[in-house]
């Protein structure tokens, strides 16, 4: 199914993409049908700068476990950082 | 020399003239025989404008039928792939329903203008885009509307969604033509409910609708290089578009 189910964050950010580094400034994070990855549904993150255009993108398509471990490694990987050594 | 035997389709992508004037780009596939002959218009999934659905606009040109798809993300990422393209246009919450109505009549127009239209136009459309046939169902004059597992045609998108696609209920008294809807039963986006509220609807505003919720089946199981892909139920599925199309689009 389609569940046009989509979170959009602002973020600030450097990413990779086909052709170098951008400035991200946004991310989509949904549920649909993945273009690559080979199962009917994957957890789908999209790390773009809109106004720089399509070129500058960084995809990501990830069964539900991986997005999880994703998850909780970030905010584990914040939790363990001594108070003030990033920016909030 | 090589010597030509038959002429059969030939495709293109090219420009028209799309909701407020501006370029758009549409892939289409002609017949290369000056017989009448009726069109297709083809709306694409919210993934976008990919292969899959390219070869879907050529299998209507090998039906019989000159056929168009509007890259409905033309704007927002010119020559992009369409995964990039899709991305975009998600992010900036899909396409507007007055912007999606004046490219397909940009389509709908360019089928009807060709040397061998016979004046007979259908519409057809998957995922979010069997939503957008309905809409554009109801505000052009085609001739014939598939609605392939659309959702979101008689409830909104949520509160808090990106996407803003409000209920077609208000305006399905408007729809212009008979109208095929292919959906699955183990679909949720629409679900059997939302598709039978969808029948019901249709039948007290008099309207010709004819469903086929298929078992086994969930969503996009048209799609070729998914997992959803349903052959036995595509292949009946398939025969169904081609009946109903031979009925309302021939001269």
């Known amino acids: 199914m389609c569940t046009y189910s989509t979170e959009l964050v602002e973020v600030r950010a450097s990413a990779k993409g086909a052709a170098g580094w951008f400035p991200a400034t946004s991310a989509s994070v949904y549920v649909d049908h993945p273009v690559d990855f080979p199962a009917?549904?994957?957890?789908?993150?999209?790390?773009?700068?809109?106004?720089?255009?399509?070129h500058d993108r960084v995809g990501l398509e990830m069964d539900a476990r991986s997005a999880r471990l994703l998850a909780e490694a970030i905010l584990r990987t914040l939790d363990s950082v001594p108070a003030g050594l990033l920016e909030e | 020399?090589?010597?030509?035997?038959?002429?059969?389709?030939?495709?293109?992508?090219?420009?028209?003239?799309?909701?407020?004037?501006?370029?758009?780009?549409?892939?289409?596939?002609?017949?290369?025989?000056?017989?009448?002959?009726?069109?297709?218009?083809?709306?694409?999934?919210?993934?976008?404008?990919?292969?899959?659905?390219?070869?879907?606009?050529?299998?209507?040109?090998?039906?019989?039928?000159?056929?168009?798809?509007?890259?409905?993300?033309?704007?927002?990422?010119?020559?992009?792939?369409?995964?990039?393209?899709?991305?975009?246009?998600?992010?900036?919450?899909?396409?507007?329903?007055?912007?999606?109505?004046?490219?397909?009549a940009a389509a709908l127009a360019y089928l009807r203008d060709l040397d061998n239209s016979n004046g007979r136009v259908g519409v057809i459309g998957y995922c979010s885009g069997g939503r957008q046939t309905v809409l554009a169902a109801c505000h052009l004059d085609f001739d014939a509307a598939v609605d392939c597992y659309g959702a979101f045609v008689v409830v909104g998108t949520p509160e808090g969604s990106p996407f803003n696609f409000p209920a077609l209920t208000p305006i399905l008294a408007d729809l212009h033509?008979?109208?095929?809807?292919?959906?699955?039963?183990?679909?949720?986006?629409?679900?059997?409910?939302?598709?039978?509220?969808?029948?019901?609807?249709?039948?007290?505003?008099?309207?010709?609708?004819?469903?086929?919720?298929?078992?086994?089946?969930?969503?996009?199981?048209?799609?070729?290089?998914?997992?959803?892909?349903r052959p036995e139920v595509a292949k009946e599925a398939w025969s169904e578009v081609a009946d109903f199309f031979d009925i309302h689009l021939s001269a």
């Open chain 2, 1 to 104: 020399m090589v010597r030509t035997l038959r002429s059969e389709i030939a495709t293109s992508f090219i420009e028209l003239s799309g909701h407020g004037a501006e370029s758009i780009e549409v892939y289409v596939a002609t017949v290369a025989h000056p017989s009448p002959r009726g069109g297709v218009v083809v709306i694409h999934h919210l993934p976008g404008f990919d292969e899959g659905i390219r070869e879907i606009v050529r299998k209507f040109a090998v039906m019989g039928y000159n056929a168009a798809c509007v890259n409905l993300y033309y704007r927002e990422a010119p020559g992009a792939s369409s995964d990039d393209a899709a991305a975009i246009a998600r992010a900036q919450g899909g396409v507007p329903d007055e912007r999606l109505v004046g490219d397909v």
């Open chain 1, 40 to 54: 009917g549904h994957a957890v789908m993150i999209d790390v773009l700068n809109v106004a720089r255009g399509a």
């Open chain 2, 177 to 229: 033509c008979p109208m095929l809807g292919l959906f699955g039963a183990d679909d949720q986006y629409p679900s059997p409910e939302q598709t039978s509220e969808l029948e019901a609807l249709l039948a007290h505003a008099g309207k010709n609708f004819t469903a086929h919720t298929y078992e086994g089946a969930g969503h996009a199981f048209f799609a070729v290089d998914r997992p959803s892909y």
